[in-house]
């Protein structure tokens, strides 16, 4: 690769189709455009050469959004040493960023609104009507849910706030609507509290529930994690310093009832809030301004599962290849949709857990420049609950600026950062085998990544620094 040439795409060895007679030539995508793998259609199949001597097939699941399996893309061992690692590091609880549910809203939340009491009656009425999108007078379930407080990693159907009308007494002639005067005396401070022991006592109410670590992939790190990358490198036939100046790997484990209920990896254009990881000023004393000020932006999802459950754990994709999908279907449709403990079944997609298997799919369509365009909302998925043992999964997101001379500008800072000298491929598969492989495969290691998973491991104090791209982006 060229230095000073960030838009340059790495050309993978051979590409052999199968599934479909006179299958489109896999070409990399000209310079300053994004490349995409064609899907072609559902159950093609193509047989990539992503190492040296090495094939991996990677079939289309989906076309809406592009969605592609590829069977033992890891191996047993790689898998049991990325989980080693993220044990010797220690997990952290799993945050979100919003209630999925709200994706789609604009409103301001009650949290703004509980002074209403003291506050002139104009301005009671102004937000009573701002909130009452359907303007027939009355806040029904789905208007109150989605101006909730916005109580961290709560998720509340339409069932649970009829439930809050009755417990809270707030729906005063039991009608399931809020009017304007029993709107006027809701307690913010009471329903943060009954949303609270909501998500204690059921766990379905919760958007996610997990734990998580963030691992380096830097030159410097574990062989594994490198090797990991190279191989992404070659999947997605994007430049190495978008790789390397993409987030962490994050590595997340799943206990009996741990799931995350759909929700959309990355958010769309807006150009009032710029992308996280390419802003260059970032602010860290200031951490959690600059993250409500910026957005995710990220292209790829590349999923690895890291064991075999043993009973549930599926990742969910509810709007796989609908025929279309509106806001207000969301809307319509939010608890069959977004809630994957009650529903995981329903969704049109459902990819099972097998442990080595990674699944790629694109967060967003390219315009008509070819780069970065408006976020798939076929895109939306989750993970459903794992009813027996445990599953450990690993992600890795590929950023890109929507705002091209931005991203290049990023790349660049980083050309200047790190050595961006290609591996010996095979001296790097010769440094695994010695390194790792013997190790994971013996009796003493698999005997201590057991004992550290049941003594159900936190973060360690010690950990190395993070690069501050990662840190807008627990949530999720």
Known sequence: MLRGAPLVFVLITCVC???????????DAPPGRLFRLDPVEIGFERVLELEPGKMFTVQTVSMKPPVFEILNFLSDSECDRIRHIALEEGL??????????TRFTATQGLDETQQVTQDKDDQILRMFEEFDWSQDGLLDARE???ILPPERNAFMSLRDIHELFADLGIDRNSDGFLDL???KVTSEADIRDWMQKKM?????RVTRESKQVWLSQNDAQDVVLRSLRERVIALTRLPRTLIKGSELLQVVKYSVGGHYHAHYDSEDINSD????????DYDEQNDDLFLRKHRLCRYITILYYLNDVDDGGKTAFPLADNETINDDELNENSDTIYDLSHHCKDAKLIVEPVKGKAVMWYNHR???????GELDMFALHGGCDVHSGTKWIANNWINVDNVREKQEQYQKKLESEVDLEFYDENEMRIEVENEYVKNVN???TKSAILNAENADVTRSKLKTEEPRNVHANDEL
């Open 144 to 146: 109150v849910r989605d």
């Open 200 to 204: 204690n006592s059921d766990k379905t």
């Open 17 to 27: 189709a199968q599934g479909v007679d006179n299958a489109p030539p896999e070409l």
């Open 181 to 183: 005067d029993e709107y």
């Open 92 to 101: 952290d609880n799993s945050t979100v960023a919003e209630d999925p549910q």
């Open 366 to 372: 390219l315009d008509e420049t070819g780069w970065l």
């Open 273 to 280: 809030m710029p992308c996280h990881h390419s802003t260059i």
């Open 442 to 444: 013996d009796d003493v």
